[in-house]
């Protein structure tokens, strides 16, 4: 499904990535680990197209869309984003939150393909899905309150269904309970483990060893910009086979 053919990213003279080669079948869950500032969140960014990269390949289901001249946001609608945190929109209510994006890229289709669906139709098609997502998390009372409003983990777990809402091939999440005070981690990671018992591609950067231990079907070690290490993540646990990440793990653990 994803295809990294040596990734690299600079800022300026910073070398951020220097060369990343990595491969995502559908239905893989793999977990990215690895010490703070060794460019984690710039990949995530460049897989998503967030960032520029410096030089490399990123094909996504057939297409190189590091390449300028690809239309991003044709390839961003199948790629959904987790963030630490939340980037809920505000000053709209958990439901339109949810709604926004499946909306208006819906009523776009039908214009382009000429379905005659109305717009009022596709606006309570969304609605219908947006509410029974809001089920799932046991959030649909919440549908018209602000996020605000909202605890930390309820925040992120509206931003997980809004990511679904999408029909995402992927689901990237940037350290999605990093943010969270501890006692609402749980409820996030139990959501992510029910998303990816269904099937979801997901590359997750995370800190919850046991997360990347007990889902993850890879591990991903990165250090300095490259990727020291991936394999199966019993193995990468009980057997790390370089230095860095036996002493990054020995920090962790
Ligand atoms: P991680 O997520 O692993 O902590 P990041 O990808 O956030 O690492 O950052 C990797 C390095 O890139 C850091 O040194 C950071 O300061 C630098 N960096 C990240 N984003 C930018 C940016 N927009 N401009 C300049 N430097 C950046
Ligand atoms: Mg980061």
Avoid at 216 to 244: C, H, W, Y
């Amino acid at each position: 499904m994803i295809d990294v053919i040596d990734l690299k990213k600079n800022f300026h003279d910073l070398e951020v990535l220097k060369g990343i080669n990595f491969k995502v079948e559908k239905g893989d869950i793999v977990a990215v680990i690895g010490p703070s500032g060794s460019g984690k969140s710039t990949f995530l960014r460049c897989l998503n197209c967030m960032e520029d990269p410096t030089s490399g390949k990123i094909i996504f289901n057939g297409v190189d869309i590091a390449d300028m001249k690809v239309d991003i946001n044709v390839h961003r609608r199948h790629m959904g984003m987790v963030f630490q945190h939340f980037n809920l929109f505000n000053n709209k209510t958990v439901l339109e939150n949810i709604m926004l994006a499946p909306e208006y890229v819906r009523c776009k289709e039908a214009k382009k393909l000429k379905t005659g669906k109305s717009k009022k139709q596709i606006h309570e098609e969304v609605k219908n899905e947006a509410m029974e997502l809001l089920k799932r998390i046991g959030l649909e009372s919440k549908a018209d309150v602000y996020p605000s409003t909202l605890s930390g983990g309820q925040k992120q777990r509206v931003a997980i269904v809004r990511a679904l809402a999408m029909n995402p091939d992927v689901i990237l999440f940037d350290e999605p309970t990093s943010a969270l005070d501890p006692e609402m981690v749980g409820e996030v990671l139990d959501l992510m483990k029910s998303v990816a018992a269904e099937g979801m591609t997901m590359i997750v950067v995370t800190h919850e060893m046991g997360f990347a231990r007990e889902v993850a079907n890879r591990v991903i070690f990165m250090d300095d910009g490259r990727i020291l290490e991936s394999g199966d993540p019993k193995e990468f646990f009980a057997n790390p086979k370089t230095q860095r990440a036996r002493e990054f793990l020995s920090k962790v653990l």
